[in-house]
């Protein structure tokens, strides 16, 4: 199975600050990597696909880089909506495999 | 807008078998874009795929689960199944029913999961 490895594991930051998240692959994806918002006790959401592709209705804050086995999610200006845990997730091979979350708080 | 609304017991006793059940509003089942996916997160833990099938009855599955899991699909009903044997608390989760839009290479509709916890 292809390991994915997110980093930090817990954020904290100030409403407005630039947040990063990055998620590293064991093996190359090309840009067949997903992210992932999931808030306290609800099912994940569809943020970016393709590595960089931003879903339909999710807001422009959001953007996602990279390709091969590195890969970041950047929000541009944190919003205290944005408090969730958020995941990566590879699609190039199978079985489908996520990594380990980053939980993002407001400071 | 599709929904997917997951169904069956809450509660499984050890060696077991895990039922349950995918309804899927707004959208058929029978549809060639998609593959229909059963994923599980235990309490704090990542996300696991299970396993998926597609409408022509095609499945694949997680090879750490594959001995111990199937998955159907009633077109008729707009429905898909998961049975997980032989159970034990490790099996414990909130297990969820998911769209996979393979074109987009992305899980883009998701059910609002179901908590199933293996116990005596």
């Known amino acids: 199975d292809i390991q994915m490895t997110q980093s930090p594991s817990n954020l904290s930051a100030s409403v407005g600050d630039r947040v990063t998240i990055t998620c590293r692959a064991s093996?190359?994806?090309?840009?067949?990597l997903a992210w992932y918002q999931q808030k306290a006790g609800k099912a994940p959401k569809l943020l970016i696909y393709k590595a960089s592709i931003l879903e339909s209705g999710v807001p422009s804050r959001f953007s996602g880089s990279g390709s091969g086995t590195q890969f970041t999610l950047t929000i541009s200006s944190l919003q205290p909506d944005d408090v969730a845990t958020y995941y990566c997730?590879?699609?190039?091979?199978?079985?489908?495999?996520f990594g380990g979350g980053t939980k993002v708080q407001i400071k | 807008q599709v929904q997917l609304q997951e169904s069956g017991p809450g509660l499984v006793k050890p060696s077991q078998t895990l039922s349950l059940t995918c309804t899927v509003s707004g959208g058929s089942i029978s549809s060639k874009n998609y593959y229909w996916t059963w994923m599980r997160q235990p309490a704090g833990k990542a996300l696991q795929w299970i396993g998926r099938?597609?409408?022509?009855?095609?499945?694949n599955y997680n090879p750490s689960l594959e001995s111990r899991v199937s998955i159907s699909m009633d077109t008729s009903k707009n429905q898909f199944s998961l049975q997980l044997n032989s159970v034990t608390a490790a099996d414990t989760a909130v297990y969820y029913c998911v769209r996979d839009a393979y074109q987009t290479s992305s899980l883009d509709s998701w059910g609002q999961g179901t908590l199933v916890t293996v116990s005596s």
């Open positions: 099938i597609y409408s022509s009855g095609t499945t």
């Open positions: 093996q190359t994806l090309s840009i067949w």
């Open positions: 997730q590879q699609y190039n091979v199978y079985p489908l495999t």
